[in-house]
């Protein structure tokens, strides 16, 4: 079992920058792929980074973005800069049990947070 806790979401303007957090217990952090999935208002949920021995990005967060970990920390970071509106959504850290190359697809992911709102004005 793998626990997972978010932070770091808010308020931003157009052109800022967020960190979010998610930070794991429960299991061998190194041996675990994590990703970053967000959900708009009546959009369905989207891959948007993952990190196990690579990282991936969404096309359109690339260069805006970087996805991190610290495993000392059981910590994942998502760097976001230059955020846009569009860049709205509920953010979610997920845990993928494999290590393998890191998935985009959410039904590989075995264990979620609870999400952060992510605000972006323009």
């Known amino acids: 079992q793998v626990q997972l806790v978010e932070s770091g979401g808010g308020l931003v303007q157009a052109g800022g920058s967020l960190r979010l957090s998610c930070t794991a217990s429960g299991r061998t952090f190194s041996t675990i792929a994590m990703g970053w999935f967000r959900q708009a208002p009546g959009k369905e949920r989207e891959f948007v980074a993952a990190?196990?021995?690579?990282?991936r990005l969404l096309d359109s967060v690339k260069g805006r973005f970087t996805i991190s970990r610290d495993n000392a920390k059981n910590t994942v970071y998502l760097q976001m800069n230059s955020l846009k509106p569009e860049d709205t959504a509920v953010y979610y850290c997920?845990?993928?049990?494999?290590?393998?190359?890191?998935?985009?697809?959410?039904?590989?992911?075995?264990?979620w947070g609870q999400g952060t709102q992510v605000t972006v004005s323009s």
């Open positions: 990190i196990s021995y690579i990282t």
């Open positions: 997920a845990a993928d049990r494999s290590f393998g190359a890191p998935s985009r697809s959410e039904y590989d992911y075995d264990y």
